[in-house]
């Protein structure tokens, strides 16, 4: 497809994830945002103390796309609540988000049409990733953490990138239980812990200070 296609695409595709999320937040119960917020260091008794749109950015990624076990996640219940035409892209992309990916992805090389080319570290994949404020800052080699989905050919993010390296990473290791230091690649991928933990430490070392999630304009 022509760069002007793929990126009318994508961008269709990130207004309807957008829209998505924004529903998903009022499947959200108080309580359960809190215990999420503890988890992450930003919440004092019952009050949140988030201090930047960048940390409530996280705390709701773990909100909508974690729960405890043997509880329902806020982005299925929401998705069980609406009527959606099958094969539209509303419908493609809401099942895309609850099939959402977490992981540690390295920026490999630009695509040959728009985005990038990253690497999942911890299930030894490549995949084509769509994000226009990814892209345009992001050199390769680099390490973000961030939750994916493919509602399309390409991958999208869920709102959450967190650029991270050995140390933050080495942290959030030693600040976890010992079950997450001793598991395997894809088990680690896909336990919400790990994504609580760097987080967390995202948080603490106030890399997230210097996130900002911003798409460029359409001209661009």
């Known amino acids: 497809m022509p760069y002007t296609d ?13 829209h998505h999320h924004s529903a998903a937040l009022g499947c959200l119960a108080r309580q359960a ?18 201090e930047s749109e960048e940390e409530m950015t996280l705390l709701f990624d773990l909100a909508i796309y974690t729960a405890k076990r043997g509880r329902s996640r806020a982005i299925d219940r929401y998705a069980k609540s609406v009527m959606l035409q099958p094969g539209s892209d509303e419908a493609l992309t809401l099942d895309a988000m609850c099939q959402a990916r977490f992981s540690l992805w390295r920026i490999e ?13 911890l299930r030894d994949r490549e995949t084509w990733l769509l994000d226009q404020g990814l892209a345009h800052s992001a050199n390769p080699g680099m390490t973000v953490a961030s939750r994916l989905c493919w509602p399309a050919e390409f991958a999208m993010t869920c ?11 080495e942290d959030a290791f030693s600040d976890s239980t010992a079950w ?3 598991a395997d690649p894809q088990r680690l991928a896909d336990d919400p812990r790990f994504a609580a933990a760097i987080y967390r430490n995202a948080i603490q070392t106030g890399i997230m200070e210097n996130v900002v999630y911003r798409e460029p304009a359409v001209a661009d």
Do not use: F, N, W
């Open 159 to 169: 709102g959450v990138i967190v650029p991270v390296d050995v140390e933050l990473i």
């Open 180 to 182: 997450l230091s001793h």
């Open 33 to 50: 945002i809190l215990e999420q917020a503890k988890h992450l260091g930003l919440a004092y008794g019952q009050t949140l103390v988030a």
């Open 109 to 121: 090389r630009r695509h040959e049409t728009a985005g990038v080319i990253v690497a999942d570290l």
């Open 6 to 18: 793929v990126m009318d695409r994508y961008r269709g595709l990130r207004a309807v994830s957008t």
